[in-house]
């Protein structure tokens, strides 16, 4: 069999915190711990959670924008911190990155033009009339005209700025692409058409897509697997139609029962979550959850098989 296309294994991203005193030693926020996943060509990767539990910091480490304090990253079985800034630069032309702000994301004072071959300038063997037609063919993908290369980002609406944010994503042909929050800054109507462009690039151009997404809509929409992110550790992994449809943690349950639906339907009475502090070495989630029991607040849970396809850490899945 071929390597996967993108592999994590037990990454770890630790931060230094303000000391508290002059003489005490800094404390560590633990961002990222241990997170291992595989994603296969063609077949795109979703990570859901709430603010603060590393998505966006594992985004980065994936990217190489951030160096990881343990663990390892591959692109097609080539571990990316070890590489040379050389040989680094040319890998970038594999893996691309869709920012959540449309609006800040692209520099106002270039072109249209300039702005989606910026990732071309750092290819030496692109030369200039490729360059070119790369840049019109990339918004010809997203749905620009070639007269739109000449504006500046100003003369958008924000949809039409993260079609731009895609395009200079897509001119290097990348088999990757990191799409960290991609449409969430987006009016609802116009999220709709840049995740339907996205899925048209994933069928038609054979894009995998690694998205990081809050929405779960979102992200079961365009994702063929999904991993639940929480305090750093995933929770829960699988096929996004059955993680969805039937959560196994009481956190991926969580966030499906506060997602927002067109109609009402009955949720079955849980109990409140029990008043009681974790164990250090406890589950995270135990102070929250509705379904902890003592085991839950001293021994943290392992994240193991559910069956063939789906994995929980947790004691006792539902």
């Not at 135990?286 to 021994?299: I, K, M, P, Y």
């Amino acid at each position: 069999m071929s390597a996967p296309l993108l592999e994590v294994v037990d990454l770890v991203k630790d931060y230094a915190l303000p000391r508290p005193s002059w003489f005490a030693p800094r404390p560590r926020l633990r961002a990222v711990d241990g997170v291992s996943l595989t994603v296969a060509t063609g077949r795109s990767f979703g990570i859901v959670g709430e603010s603060g539990s590393g998505k966006s910091t594992l985004a980065r480490a994936i990217m190489a924008l951030e160096s990881p304090t343990a663990g390892m990253v591959r692109l097609e079985g080539r571990p990316l911190f070890t590489l040379t800034q050389r040989e680094l630069r040319a890998a970038r032309a594999d893996m691309q990155m869709i920012f959540q702000d449309p609006y800040g994301s692209l520099d106002p004072r270039q072109r249209v033009r300039r702005i989606v071959a910026e990732p071309l300038l750092n290819l030496a063997h692109v030369k200039r009339a490729e360059r070119e037609a790369r840049v019109l063919e990339a918004l010809s993908a997203v749905g620009l005209a070639a007269s739109d290369a000449e504006k500046y980002p100003h003369e958008f609406s924000g949809g039409q700025r993260q079609r731009i944010a895609i395009a200079r994503a897509l001119a290097t042909r990348p088999k990757l692409v990191v799409a960290d929050e991609p449409v969430s800054a987006l009016d609802v109507s116009v999220q709709a058409q840049a995740l339907n462009l996205m899925s048209d690039l994933q069928r038609d151009a054979g894009v995998t897509f690694f998205l990081i997404s809050h929405d779960l809509a979102v992200v079961g929409y365009l994702c063929d697997e999904v991993a639940v992110m929480f305090r750093g550790r995933f929770v829960e992994t699988g096929p996004a139609a059955r993680l969805l449809k039937a959560p196994a943690h009481p956190y991926t349950r969580e966030l499906v029962d506060a997602a927002p639906k067109l109609e009402e339907t009955a949720i079955a009475a849980v109990p409140e979550a029990p008043a009681r502090e974790a164990a250090p070495g406890g589950c995270a989630y135990a102070t929250r959850c509705r379904f902890a029991q003592s085991r839950c607040f001293e021994t943290a849970p392992q994240l193991r098989a559910l069956d063939e396809t789906r994995s929980v850490a947790c004691h006792f899945p539902l």
